[in-house]
């Protein structure tokens, strides 16, 4: 054989392995939570648990964690992505390109460039991020916030197929990862806050044909048409911004839906479905099996897109097929999955005066004076102040579950916000489409924003909280060891006892953490990844104090213990 022929076989047989080791089934997917050494889904598994069974990373031992490696990511927007992790290597994306790493040496294998239009600022509703990725099958999938969905080949990053999702410059975008069910991919759509009309997609793995489109406002001959003022729900917002969870055994996927076009209740009347909603589809018809509406209305921008966790809980004497939430309204939700009916909801947020509760019976919220005032009243003269703010008393940076403790672990935010009714005629182009004045947020008096918390959904209550001057915006993660990790806007990647919420390690990274880490196993060694970089719209308008002197700069970090 010919030098010339024994290096193309080696060519082609690093390819063939590259590819190989990146076909994951969709029983690669289904037990991902239970695979430590591979994270091949959004959420560390299809119920996005953020879990890990790991257990060398202890609370006696986190102390001796060190930085393995880290990668700079050459961009200063916000970093807010999960990695992937197949047998060895680490797929990350960002707003600008694809990424394969290393995940031993951090030393980047192929980056792939995201080729967007130069005008596309001029449009962009809702950050310049990406949150992740999707794979199967040798093919990584996904969004890009031109609103395109991309397949891509798991060896070398090549494009294989691009389909437009909606039109970017009608203020539609997209920076969720896509998720895998039932054989479908799965994509959803930002731009809520720009009247547009949210939607749900499902794709084709193979060719990107639509195989379905889901509208999530009810139009005519809808089910909750007359629950829109006429002609509202054309650009009534609802956007699914935020990747959804699947329950394979009731072959169901749960995703949320965000605020209404305007934010503004009294213009779009009624609940205005599908706004601040969990829908239940099914995955290969798009069809809506059932929903339940968080906040009917949405009067505050509360949304309901938030992470949507699957967990099997006792409850009613009998071990239930959970869905839960912590809302971004200021109440933590627990619902049957299996048919939408609410079993509990309970407030975890520190102040809230929009509701003054649940009611059980009608799984609506009980309106404060305040807020049946604002349901009906177009134009207000006088500012109102509202708690929690339309960051709500939790934002979209997602939970951790320990499934074995029981125990849910999420960031909270602690600010309320003042605000007018304004009419708003819709924009010709897209622009804010809000109908309202903000007159600024209000912080708490002792000026503490925000806490890690561990609640115990069964009971209804918080288990011990972790204050910090200023929110966190890191996803938490979990682990079979006792610890809990997750990140501040200052920069510090920290680990928690999971029994008691002390601190016990931390480590300053240099730039603000809105990434989403994950735990993983490699040659009988733990490792835990977040990336770092914040450019986020609390950081840009909520004037905290505590993030004057954050400095951008996205990179990726990994750690493991000292030997």
């Known amino acids: 054989m010919t030098l010339a022929h024994c290096m193309r076989a080696l060519a082609f047989a690093a390819v063939a392995a590259a590819a190989g080791a990146g076909a994951q089934t969709l029983s690669d997917l289904r037990n991902d939570a239970a695979n430590p050494r591979n994270v091949v889904t959004y959420g560390m598994g299809w119920g996005q648990q953020r879990y890990s069974p790991l257990k060398q990373v202890t609370a006696a031992n986190v102390k001796r964690l060190v930085p393995v490696w880290n990668l700079s990511l050459n961009h200063t927007a916000n970093a807010s992505t999960q990695p992937l992790i197949i047998d060895g290597t680490m797929y990350l994306s960002m707003h600008d390109a694809t990424i394969a790493v290393d995940a031993l040496t951090g030393r980047q294998k192929w980056r792939v460039p995201v080729k967007l239009p130069a005008d596309i600022n001029a449009y962009l509703c809702c950050g310049i991020q990406s949150r992740g990725l999707a794979v199967m099958d040798g093919m990584l999938y996904r969004t890009t916030i031109d609103a395109q969905v991309v397949a891509m080949n798991i060896a070398d990053g090549k494009v294989v197929w691009t389909k437009q999702a909606a039109d970017y410059k009608q203020g539609y975008s997209m920076t969720h990862a896509p998720l895998i069910a039932g054989g479908v991919l799965i994509t959803g759509i930002s731009g809520g806050e720009y009247g547009s009309r949210g939607f749900l997609d499902g794709w084709d793995l193979k060719t990107g044909e639509k195989k379905w489109h889901r509208w999530t406002t009810a139009g005519p001959g809808d089910k909750g048409a007359e629950t829109w003022a006429p002609g509202r729900y054309e650009y009534g917002g609802a956007s699914t911004w935020l990747t959804g969870t699947y329950d394979p055994e009731l072959d169901l996927v749960y995703w949320g839906t965000g605020n209404g076009g305007p934010w503004n209740p009294a213009t779009r009347g009624g609940d205005s479905l599908y706004v601040g909603s969990v829908l239940a589809i099914r995955p290969g018809t798009g069809e809506v099996v059932w929903h339940y509406q968080f906040s009917p209305g949405d009067p505050y921008d509360y949304d309901g897109t938030n992470e949507l966790v699957l967990a099997d809980l006792p409850m009613g004497g009998r071990t239930t097929k959970a869905l839960i939430q912590a809302n971004r309204n200021g109440f933590f939700y627990v619902v049957d999955r299996t048919n939408g009916k609410l079993l509990s909801a309970t407030q975890f947020a520190k102040k809230v005066n929009w509701a003054s509760g649940i009611d059980m019976a009608s799984g609506r919220p009980i309106d404060t004076p305040m807020t049946a005032m604002v349901r009906k009243t177009e134009n207000m003269t006088d500012f109102i102040e509202v708690w929690p703010s339309a960051f709500g008393g939790k934002n979209w940076m997602p939970m951790s579950y320990d499934p074995a403790r029981r125990i849910a672990y999420f960031n909270t935010i602690n600010l309320g916000m003042k605000i007018k009714y ?23 008096e002792d000026g503490v924003r925000g806490a890690l918390v561990a609640w115990d959904p069964v009971a209804g209550k918080k288990l011990w909280e ?98």
């Open 422 to 444: 304004v009419p708003q005629e819709r924009p010709a182009q897209p622009t804010w489409y809000l109908g309202l004045e903000l007159g600024g947020f209000v912080a708490p």
């Open 466 to 563: 972790a204050p910090s001057k200023a929110p966190n915006w890191s996803g938490v993660v979990s682990t079979a060891g006792g610890v809990v990790f997750t990140g501040a806007q200052t920069g510090e990647f920290m680990a928690f006892d999971a029994a008691t919420g002390q601190k016990l390690w931390q480590f300053q990274t240099g730039s603000g953490i809105s990434g989403l880490p994950i735990v993983w196993e490699r040659n009988g060694k733990q490792y835990v990844t977040v990336t770092s970089g914040a450019a986020t719209v609390y950081g840009a308008l909520s004037g905290d104090p505590e993030l004057v002197n954050v400095v951008p700069g996205s990179s990726l970090w990994t750690f493991a213990l000292q030997e």
